[in-house]
């Protein structure tokens, strides 16, 4: 089925521990987004990719690295893992045309930083 | 800026009843608003959105909303709730169309038998 896949779906780390979490669409979609998501905040944009070769900040990038591959992966790198960094994450694409789209998101991978 | 308030962050209604999740947005040009549904370890979903066309928008599941400038407001409802709409729902605004998403906090919403 079309849409958003990440990888992996569940993750324990160790604090100071570095991965990266694996984001596709097969949409065509020019933007892609990472959010974070806790109990009580909504969900926060940590980095997004405007199109293919770009990428910028968003509201909570500290501890966060981005590398958008293509125009279907845009991964998210923690390089030294901590327990702030507990969270659900969400990866979104849209496309980017003259429609006001909304995003689609994938199923989220639920990080653990013991 | 732009930003949106949900306020209180969990609403209980008994099964058939009147569903009304509140959603106020701040812009300083005419925005664009989403509702997004989670249900339990998945992902969010749209519900429906507001783009200057129609002021009442009809979305899924028989959800629908009213965008009301004099009030900044974008409220969720649904005539008769359902058991299977317990599920935590976002309210989002974006001020362009390549604009990004700003998401409110999200409420809870529980469905009581």
């Known amino acids: 089925n079309a849409g958003v896949t990440q990888t992996p779906k569940f993750q324990v780390l160790k604090t100071g521990q570095s991965m990266t979490l694996q984001c596709a669409q097969d949409?065509?979609?020019?933007?892609m987004y990472w959010y974070r998501q806790d109990p009580g905040m909504g969900l926060r944009l940590i980095y997004y990719?405007?199109?293919?070769?770009?990428?910028d900040k968003g509201e909570v990038p500290n501890g966060y690295n981005v590398s958008r591959l293509n125009k279907r992966e845009f991964s998210l790198r923690l390089e030294s893992a901590a327990p702030s960094q507990t969270s659900v994450y969400f990866c979104?694409?849209?496309?980017?045309?003259?429609?006001?789209?909304?995003?689609?998101f994938g199923s989220g991978t639920r990080l653990t930083v013991v | 800026a732009q930003s949106v308030t949900q306020l209180g962050s969990h609403v209980s209604v008994s099964e058939g009843a009147l569903v009304l999740l509140r959603c106020n947005y701040s812009?300083?040009?005419?925005?664009?608003l989403f509702w997004y549904v989670q249900y339990p370890n998945q992902g969010l979903q749209l519900l429906l959105k507001?783009?200057?066309?129609?002021?009442l928008v009809k979305g899924i599941n028989g959800f629908e909303a009213e965008f009301k400038k004099s009030e900044t407001s974008f409220h969720l409802t649904k005539p008769s709730a359902h058991m299977s709409d317990a599920a935590e729902y976002f309210c989002?605004?974006?001020?362009?169309?390549?604009?990004?998403?700003?998401f409110g906090k999200g409420i809870t919403l529980s469905v009581r038998p």
């Open positions: 507001y783009t200057s066309a129609a002021t």
């Open positions: 979104a694409s849209r496309t980017r045309d003259r429609e006001v789209s909304g995003y689609t």
């Open positions: 949409m065509n979609h020019n933007s």
């Open positions: 812009s300083s040009v005419p925005p664009y």
């Open positions: 989002a605004v974006r001020t362009g169309a390549n604009s990004k998403l700003t």
């Open positions: 990719s405007a199109s293919e070769g770009t990428t």
